[in-house]
Structure formats: C-alpha cells, structure tokens
C-alpha cells in the first residue's frame, strides 16, 4: 500500500473521532439540559400539590368547625391554640400532608376570627421535596339575629374566610 494512502486512512481516523467527540460532547450537554428541564417540572408539579394540599387544610378546619360544635377542643381556659394533622394517601401511596393549627385569640366581639395556619408538605414532614403555608381569617356569620356567640361554636352559626394569604413556598 502506498504511503500517501496509509496517511488518509490514519487522517480520516483522527477527523472521525474529534466528530465522534465533537457529537459525544453535544449529546451529553442537550441531556443535561433535559435533566434540568425534567427537575423544574418536577419542583413546579410538587410545589402545585403543596398548594393544594394547605388549601385542604384550611377547608378541613372550616368544615369541622360548621359540623361539630365541640371543634377546636379546648382544654383549659388559657389555650389560645389547637394544631393537628393530617396525611392524604390513595391507598398504600402517601401524597403528602398537612399541618394546621386553630389560634382563636380574636374570637371575642366585636372580631369573632379565628385565625388559621395551614402548612401542606409533599415527600416526608421532616424533609419535604416541597412545602406551603397558607394563613386564613375565619370569621362567624350567624344565621339568626338572636344569637349571641360564645365558644366554641353555637348552632346557627356558619364560618365565612376573611382573608388568606400565602406566606412561603419551598
């Protein structure tokens, strides 16, 4: 075999693999974009739930309230505050939780508000992929002029927000 053709071949390599380099480079950085792209999604798609799930939470207080007369408990005469929670799952899957706690320190006239934090966790309580907190105003309508309110829920009283404001994201 000639030399000059020994020297083509042995060109015609090195060009191939700075292409094939060149290719393996633009390959790995269009998946790293995508990957990037895939966690956003992802961090939007939970921070959504985490939403949702604080939104249910403060329903749920609502709800309990208008039902049982007795809700929040109150133990002592001094205890401003009530806090629970609560996990959501769809059978064995868990989607994710909420915290909520019951501050009714304005439930006095002329205000009659109880104020409501609601924290919704996505992923484990102690290291959530994704968490919100939502604070809401209740406050008391009655449904008859004669009723005077006292605590904790008289009947013919319903509960209507106030306000709700989003105080954090994660």
């Known amino acids: 075999m000639p030399r000059s053709s020994l020297k083509r071949r042995g060109i015609m390599i090195i060009v191939a693999m ?21 966690r956003a999604a992802t961090r939007s798609s939970d921070a959504a739930q ?12 609502r709800c309990k309230l208008e039902k049982d007369r007795q809700f929040p408990p109150r133990a002592a005469d001094d205890q ?6 609560e996990t959501l799952s769809n059978g064995p899957l868990e989607l994710g939780s909420y915290y909520v706690e019951v501050d009714w320190s304005y439930d006095v006239a002329p205000y009659h508000i109880l104020k409501i934090t ?3 966790c996505v992923g484990p309580r102690e290291n959530p992929r994704a968490q919100r907190t939502l604070l809401g105003e209740l406050r008391h309508i009655s449904n008859a002029s004669s009723i005077s ?3 904790p829920n008289p009947p013919g009283v319903t509960w209507s927000w106030v306000s ?5 994201s994660l």
């Open 50 to 61: 985490a939403l949702c799930l604080a939104e249910a939470g403060l329903e749920d207080v």
């Open 118 to 120: 609601a924290i919704g």
């Open 164 to 168: 709700m404001q989003d105080l954090s």
């Open 149 to 151: 309110v006292a605590p």
């Open 18 to 38: 700075l292409v094939l380099g060149l290719l393996l480079i633009l390959g790995m950085g269009i998946l790293g974009s995508q990957q990037a792209r895939y």
């Open 80 to 85: 401003r505050t009530f806090s629970y929670s």
